[in-house]
């Protein structure tokens, strides 16, 4: 496996963690424990989505390939976790477990997929297009 898929790879597992903690809290109704892995985790993806793959990577493959439909739909699921962080963010702030389990479950779904074809697919072809790519991530 070449460095950026790994080091991606790596970092989608303690995104991973983080989410598993905060979940585990939440189901045992700990919300001080709740919190702070939840917070965690969504500082841990939004450095991973917004500054390393949409403000780094993306413009690097398209600098290359032009604009292109594997980044296109990343952006677009990147959308959707979003807004799922949103809806999970006021979730803890309520307490509210039900809300919490089922919204959790539905982005770990959507992680897990979005994950897949970016391990698969998205980086290796990076890696195949910007040869220093690993390099430009020692950036964040």
């Known amino acids: 496996m070449a460095a950026l898929t790994a080091t991606m790879q790596q970092n989608h597992r303690e995104c991973d963690e983080l989410f598993s903690n905060a979940e585990e809290a939440a189901a045992k109704g700990d919300w001080s424990a709740a919190e702070q892995a939840w917070q965690a985790f969504a500082k841990k993806l ?53 809300q919490y389990l089922g919204l959790s ?15 698969q697919i998205l980086y290796p072809m990076i890696e195949r297009s910007v040869p220093d790519a690993s390099e430009l991530l020692k950036q964040v």
């Open 46 to 98: 939004d450095t991973h989505i917004t500054v390393k793959e949409e403000g780094i990577l993306f413009p690097a493959i398209e600098a290359v390939n032009g604009p292109m439909g594997p980044t296109q739909m990343m952006r677009a699921e990147h959308e959707q976790m979003r807004a799922l962080v949103s809806q999970l963010d006021d979730a803890v702030k309520a307490k509210d477990k039900q």
């Open 105 to 119: 479950e539905t982005l770990m779904m959507l992680m897990q997929q979005h994950n897949m074809k970016e391990e």
